[in-house]
Nanobody, 122 residues
Framework: VQLQASGGGLVQAGGSLRLSCAAS????????MGWFRQAPGKEREFVTG????????ASADSVKGRFTVSRDNAKNTIYLQMNSLKPEDTAVYFC????????????????WGQGTLVTVSS
């Protein structure tokens, strides 16, 4: 499975961005999908995940109420709507595909793609 994230950019604190991740080369609907991020000098961090049907989600406490993950199985694409952005959200965001939500939240996944940089200015 190949994953390509897009939609990053520079935004002021309090603003919004929508990231997309297009998948190809596999059975998209069979995977739990998610977003991770990594800021300079910090460890990779789980952000949010969504199950195969799109009904079940999980998110890190730091983004709950601000970030929303969704998927379109017909388009083999997942999205991350980010609102009320903060400078501490600045990171490279990349999407992943895995077997189940428990694995994802434990930073175990099967595929990951190139990230997209999100920079939030204060």
């Amino acid at each position: 499975v190949q994953l390509q994230a897009s939609g990053g950019g520079l935004v002021q604190a309090g603003g919004s961005l929508r990231l997309s991740c297009a998948a190809s080369g596999g059975t998209f609907r069979s995977y739990v999908m998610g977003w991770f991020r990594q800021a300079p000098g910090k460890e990779r961090e789980f952000v949010t995940g969504i199950n195969q049907s799109g009904i079940g989600t999980a998110s890190a406490d730091s983004v709950k109420g601000r970030f929303t993950v969704s998927r379109d199985n017909a388009k083999n694409t997942i999205y991350l709507q980010m609102n009320s952005l903060k400078p501490e959200d600045t990171a490279v965001y990349f999407c992943v595909a895995g077997q189940d939500m428990g694995a994802l939240t434990s930073r175990r996944y099967d595929y990951w793609g190139q990230g997209t940089l999100v920079t939030v200015s204060s």
